[in-house]
């Protein structure tokens, strides 16, 4: 190699070997050390997470650093770095070309980064994704689409919003933030699903077709003369799964479609659902409750 070649300051070594993913666990809030970032939020984050600013709670797992009680280590111009088991060699600059993102934030010398055994910085991510971040960090490169949704959120948790904006407009994404987004109008969702996805299951025992009955309600009833009788024997008492009641404009039948579907996209066997039962009581008023049945096939 020539002088010229290494001495070009321009030329950064990966050094990549790749291994299982460590899983990164929810960071906990820590109340007494609560750490300030100033990383943004996008509103398709909160969709997809559930909570606010991502970056600023994935700072809040880290120890702050004190100039009184804490010697403060400088960070050197090159950064080794481990990346859940992944290793690579970048620049200081590089991680800290967005100062409001979360890794300027963590490598701005108030916060304490663990190192590794080998004494590289560590990262609890998935190192293979976050190839794909230092490269956007590097040269403004953006992830191949087949990449996005995963990235999307590797970039949300570690408050790259320049890099989430671009991944946003990808038509995976695009779905993806629409999908949570619809789901999201619906108290207790995924419990829900979880739940249809069991009795299915407990019914599918024998005949490999689990029904679930649903009593879904956007919402509650409420008898309008004296001579109803709530104990009436009502259809509802068929249903296995509740759900209701919610604000907003869809009714039931949206949310039914929605399940259908979003089971249908994780892989399930789903059958049509059938139209609504209506209880057929009547003494004075009838009763306006109703379920439906949903089929999956095992």
């Known amino acids: 190699m020539s002088d010229s070649e290494t001495s070009d300051s321009s030329v950064e070594e990966i050094e990549i070997k790749p291994v299982r993913p460590v899983p990164r666990s929810r960071p906990k809030q820590n109340s007494k050390d609560k750490a300030r970032s100033p990383a943004r939020s996008l509103s398709p984050t909160s969709v997809l997470n ?13 120890t702050v650093t004190s100039s009184i009680n804490t010697k403060i280590e400088p960070f050197p111009n090159v950064i080794p770095l481990n990346v859940g088991g992944v290793k690579y060699m970048t620049r200081l600059s590089t991680l800290k ?26 990262l609890d991510s998935n190192g293979i994704l976050f190839g794909y971040l230092l490269e956007f960090l590097r040269n403004g490169f953006v992830p191949p689409r087949e990449h996005a949704v995963p990235l999307y959120r590797e970039a949300s948790y570690y408050g790259l919003h320049e890099l989430a904006e671009k991944l946003n407009l990808m038509p995976a994404v695009v779905s993806l933030i629409v999908k949570e987004s619809h ?32 009593y879904v309600f956007k919402s509650e009833f409420i008898p309008k003369t004296n001579t109803f009788n709530p104990n009436h024997g009502c259809i509802i008492e068929s249903a296995q799964v509740k759900c209701g009641p919610w604000d907003g404009p869809v009714d039931e ?21 059938e139209p609504k039962k209506k209880c057929r009581y009547y003494h004075g008023q009838s009763c306006q409750k109703f379920v439906y049945r949903l089929q999956i096939m095992f």
């Open 183 to 214: 789901k999201s109008q619906f108290p207790n969702y995924e419990e829900i699903k979880e739940e249809v996805i069991r009795v299915a299951m407990e019914n599918a025992t024998f005949t490999k077709m689990g029904e679930v009955f649903m």
């Open 97 to 122: 070309k967005f100062p409001d993102s979360m890794l300027a934030a963590l490598f701005s010398g108030r916060y304490t980064v663990d190192k590794d055994a080998d004494g590289n910085y560590f």
């Open 253 to 273: 039948e949206v949310f039914v479609k929605c399940l259908e579907s979003d089971l249908i996209d994780d892989g399930f066997d789903v059958k049509p659902h």
């Open 50 to 62: 559930g909570e606010g600013t991502v970056a600023k709670k994935v700072l809040d797992n880290y």
